[in-house]
């Protein structure tokens, strides 16, 4: 049986697009575990060229922690990018992020969210 979503761990699932037409596996973050429903935030390696918008953390293949997110390569969590999904959508865990990192998650959730 597979485990439960814990808070902070980085999963494979299945992220729906915002148009919610479809969706495409990718890495996520688990914000929030609610029973059968999860909030997650997305995680895209394809990082635009020029700077990166102050609602998105930059995770780098350099950093220390790196290694225990299971991310492939240099990614953006993108607090712009929130969604509730059933457990059902998840596929396998990947990692976990560090407490830096999550702090920073905080601070872009933050800012996307208008809580400031």
């Known amino acids: 049986m597979m485990s439960k979503p ?4 980085i999963w494979l699932v299945r992220f729906p697009f915002s148009d919610l037409t479809s969706a495409k596996l990718r ?5 929030a575990v609610h029973q059968e429903e999860v909030i997650i ?3 895209f390696s ?6 990166i918008r ?18 492939k ?27 830096d990192l999550w702090v920073e998650v905080q601070k ?3 800012i996307a969210l208008n809580l400031d």
């Not at 712009?80 to 990692?95: C, E, N, P, Y």
Request: aromatic letters at 4%; charged letters at 15%; a positive charge.
């Open 41 to 43: 935030l997305g995680i």
């Open 46 to 51: 394809k990082i635009p060229i020029g700077s």
């Open 73 to 99: 390569k240099t990614s953006l969590i993108r607090a712009d990018k929130i969604a509730t999904v059933s457990t059902s959508v998840f596929q396998r865990k990947l990692g976990n992020l560090s407490t």
């Open 6 to 9: 814990q808070l902070g761990e």
């Open 54 to 71: 102050n609602s998105w953390a930059l995770i780098e293949d350099s950093n220390p922690q790196f290694s225990q997110t299971g991310l």
């Open 108 to 110: 872009i959730l933050k």
């Open 27 to 31: 890495p996520a973050l688990i914000l």
